[in-house]
């Protein structure tokens, strides 16, 4: 029967074992992503209303500036899909809700995030973002259907910008008493504004629900979906023999006995909540659609299986983005749930391959304490990874991950990067624990208890005292598992070599880090290019070039003057360049067209990439978890290296001491400083390998200008030709 | 050679070496500019220095991340003023070349930014001055040679990236003989080579 599920979920899943390739945004950009953040500011100052005071109208104004370039940030971002399966459904179960209103259908516009978390939010751009995350947990078409009808009511209540308002004026009214007390008062009462607004949601949502044919208790089910959303989306119990086989037996104690139960009962209490407790949202949608008749209502209008399978997908699409934010222990545990449904897919298992060898990586480096999970703190069968992921200790974890990765090998001798995974596990097993290979043995751990031995009396000789503690310690080391987790490997002339290349390795490490010395110099007193790096580069690919334009005392931004200065740093590198013969590829989220889709989800990878590699700093390497993508982009694009550049420039204070002095000894210095303005800029560069993510040239200068023309020109010039300088 | 086939002749090197730049410090490769500087002694409303400016036309080139150097040459025709019925304003005309060298501050790439110079002139002048000396009116006509150094400080900045703005002062001393420094002339060219400000423009080159 097993066999007979498996074959049929093989034949009608979309995705083949060890093949399952991440979601990608296709066809055009939409108009959201590639108008510019200034110019739908612009639009959206015809909605100010005339008749308001003045005080309105400058709250209006803000909201419309601050949250379109908010909201920009995030659709540029990376994370937003568009024109995928997933987000095509999504849009065609708001079609269904909005049927009866055109007007209404035309102004949103729907979009699903590639983020874990289970939540939905409109924005008051009309713009309705749903993270993977949910969908994931959803059980069926109809809960969606009910959440985008709040998002959707949301949007048509006008309830952001409201909010915005409101909180204005909240602050406005609370300015007297004593600061804290203040604060307090003052979220409070937000709070509750932003609590009514969501009861209005839940009302207006139920209304434009009940309008389609979708069943009712689709409602109850998605407010369950909200109250357990920080758990994973299957409660499977979890036992130690997923990681176990004939040569790799854990200690009973490893299995945790008894789990944390999922607790049943929401929490009343939203005193501190900007939502209502779920119980109380409960009976206001229950007594809303008490009267209601559920007959002929369905829980999958579009297609049950369309959902079933785009579930899968985005349970599958939660796997990366758990890697991607170290949440080592959810990706293993999402992955084991899937195996429950797919138990040969090599994908699931590469990705627990991938997730043990980060855990591994950071617990090496001594910096796991801020991705680290305390299983008495989780509800459900996950605490009982967590609680045996704890208990290894470092170099047991070690030996599994190394083995576990190993073992893939030959299902992925294709892959260059996973081959160089498990070279560099093997390679830190050799680095920190290579004094402990001597205790793994060849062969199977015995299972069966060794024969009593009987304790010599006080009067035997020494050499039989001797003798049973030796007895003794080789039955100790004997019983713990983990040296026999190479047990069949130690007899394989490649593992052997492997090994054999790691301490060489090690020896060769040793020397070097003795001459070595980073140049990156991370003292604020330096702050300023010494012009010394020359990479030899013919052609880099530049990506998000950043620009910052802060007001004076470096405090809040200026959006639109720093959007135009960005596009005008896109010309300014590009410009330099093309002095220098250097080709430089622009990847800019800011300024794709709606045709560059390719380049947009490239951008997408190189991002979170980049922002990898900035995370590991200088005391960890470690290879990331989407570099083959990497390696083929790099490889499209024919660049050996990436750039990352930008500005952050502000204005500060005129010193008046300063001009006294030049007044009264230099009329015309000081007739030079009266027409310029005084500030400061920082202007940076990092150029990382596309293969390793090793840093190939990192500046940082601080200058005491703002950002003029010439000296950000002359910068950008010194940056490309370091990089284009051969040594 | 005069100083207009000087300038003529950097002109014209200007726009030869109008091409893709290579990869070396300076404004975008360029190195050498060639600028004109307007000198005018500190607190300039105050008599004599109202009238006594010095022209200064500058070629420097930069030698490293931070520094530079130059060749400079100066002319003036100072005047003192005198109240004194018996004798007429004394002239001082000349000019002088000299050599500079300029760094910058760590924050800077040469030529943009904060500058430090040490500054070697030799100043060639010829002094006349015309006075009563009881009998009649006497012109008095003298030659000065004067080593000078001077220490200064200034502010560089690039527009259009070809046209090269600096401002700035400098404080300097004259070697004189013994005879040498009570004389008019000498009062008169320490006064406005001791303590100047400056004001400059300029174009790159190469």
Redesign the interface.
Known sequence: MKLFILWTLLFISPFAFSQYEPIQSSGDIPKDLTTPSYIKYQQELENVDRSAKRRTRKNQKEFFLESNYAIDDLLKSGYVLFNDPVTNYVNEIAAILLKDDPQLKKELRFYVVRSASVNAFATGQGIVLVNMGLIAQLKNEAQLAFILAHEISHYKEEHALEFFLTSKEIDRKNKRGFLRRRDFNTTLAKNQFSKEQESEADELGLELFLKSNYNLRAVDGAFNVLQYSYLPFADVPFNKSFFEDDYLIFAPDYQLDSINAISQKANDDDTESTHPSLPKRRIAAANIIKNQSNEGRKDFIISESTFKTLQKKARYELLEYHLRNYEFYDAIYNSYLLQQDFPEDLYLKKIVAKALYGMTKFINARQFSEYEYDEKDLEGEFGSLVYFLNKLKRYELNALTLRYAYLLKNDFSDDVVFQNMIKDICQDFINIHGGTLKRFKEGRPSKSPPSPLTKPAEDASEEEKKKYEEIMEKRKENSRFVYFAFGDLLAQQDFNNLLTQCKNEKKKLKKSEESESSFLNANPSS??S??KFALGEQKILSLNPYYLKLKKGFEAPYLIQTEKSQNNFNNTITK?AD???LKVIMLDAKDFSKKEVEAYNDLRDIQEWFGHQMEMGEDMEMIAFNQERINAIAKKYNVDSFLWAGVVSGKVPKSVVESFWKLL?????WL?DLGSPKGESIIFSIVLDSKSGQPRMATF????YID?K??I???V??IL??I??RK | MNLKKIILFLIVLTFAFNG??Q???G???KRAFLDYNFT?P?L?FLPPSYTNFIHNFQFNYVIR?RSQIGLNYDFFSLKETNDDDFSFDGKLKGSSIGINFDWYN????AP???YFRLEAKYLFGNYTHTFWNGTNFETEERKYTVPTFAFGL??R???F?RMVYN???SVGYAILNADEKSSNALDLMRFTYF?R???GIGILLF
Do not use: C
Request: aromatic content about 14%; cysteine-free.
């Open positions: 702050y300023y010494k012009g330099n002095r220098l013969n000894f230099n009329q015309l210095s030079y200068d601080l200058v005491e003029h010439d000296v020109n002359q910068r010039y010194d030709g370091q284009k300088k | 893709k730049s990869n070396v410090p404004y975008l490769g005018s500190f300039t991340r760590r924050r800077a790439i943009i930014g904060r200034g502010t900045r690039v527009f990236d401002v700035g002062g303590w400000m400056h004001m």
